[in-house]
């Protein structure tokens, strides 16, 4: 025990942690489903500093928890793949723990400097979706969407990969430490790829749901209104308030 009243605890985490939780969109979505889930979501969040050369997981480990990284970086290696991009400031890694605790680790994580991470733990989560009676919505919302997609990178569920995900292509001098923590991965892209294409722009995935719902004629109508990913579309759905950056 902190020895802190119970509201004073609840208004220090959620100032902590509520905000990097909502950058993973696996998270942002159940959010919306239930005012009391993220700031008990938050309360069972812990950080974790961790020296140079620290092995997180190994491949192949049981997925106990999700991890943002809140400063410093790490090292992946894939035994499939490779050596895999570091992980850095804002990135989440190991964000399958959060679908299914019985999933096995795909890569191997070591740090590469002194890092703090913020751990989600697994069995935690889906004993909140179990409490709040959200496990069959849940379980509805991996069907629907993960087949798009879910990337640790930038948080988007619903769109790509974390191997095809956009901030690889971004300059290393665009994805530093300061940028990453004070913006989160999403909205750095974005203001990248602004810069970089003059406009915004429509991904694939919405492009051809419109198109397959012949609502084609709406993408002007959507770039106005800053609806570039499947995700964004879903969050005006659910009523969440989009952040302009």
């Not at 909140?128 to 798009?148: G, I, T, V």
Request: net charge positive; proline share 3%; with cysteine.
């Amino acid at each position: 025990s902190t020895g802190l009243p119970m509201e004073l605890q609840r208004r220090i985490v959620k100032e902590l942690w509520v905000g990097r939780l909502m950058t993973l969109g696996l998270v942002m979505h159940v959010s919306s489903w239930h005012d009391d889930f993220i700031i008990e979501l938050a309360m069972l969040v812990r950080e974790e500093a961790l020296a140079h050369r620290t092995l997180v997981y190994s491949e192949g480990d049981s997925s106990v928890a999700a991890y943002q990284v809140i400063s410093g970086s790490l090292n992946a290696f894939c035994s499939t793949v490779g050596q895999l991009l570091p992980f850095i400031a804002g990135e989440w890694l190991g964000e399958m723990a959060l679908i299914n605790p019985l999933f096995r680790r795909s890569s191997t994580v070591h740090t590469q400097s002194m890092t703090a991470l913020m751990i989600v733990p697994a069995n935690a989560y889906q004993g909140l979706l179990a409490r709040f009676d959200l496990k069959m919505r849940f379980q509805q919302l991996c069907h629907e969407q993960l087949w798009r997609g879910i990337c640790g990178r930038c948080g988007l569920l619903g769109d790509h990969f974390a191997a095809d995900c956009p901030l690889k292509k971004m300059p290393r001098k665009t994805m530093n430490l300061r940028t990453m923590s004070s913006r989160g991965p999403v909205q750095t892209l974005c203001r990248w790829m602004t810069r970089r294409q003059g406009r915004d722009r429509i991904t694939e995935p919405l492009r051809k749901f419109l198109h397959k719902q012949r609502l084609t004629h709406l993408e002007a109508a959507m770039a106005q209104l800053r609806v570039f990913t499947l995700e964004d579309l879903m969050a005006i759905d659910l009523g969440c308030k989009k952040v302009q950056t």
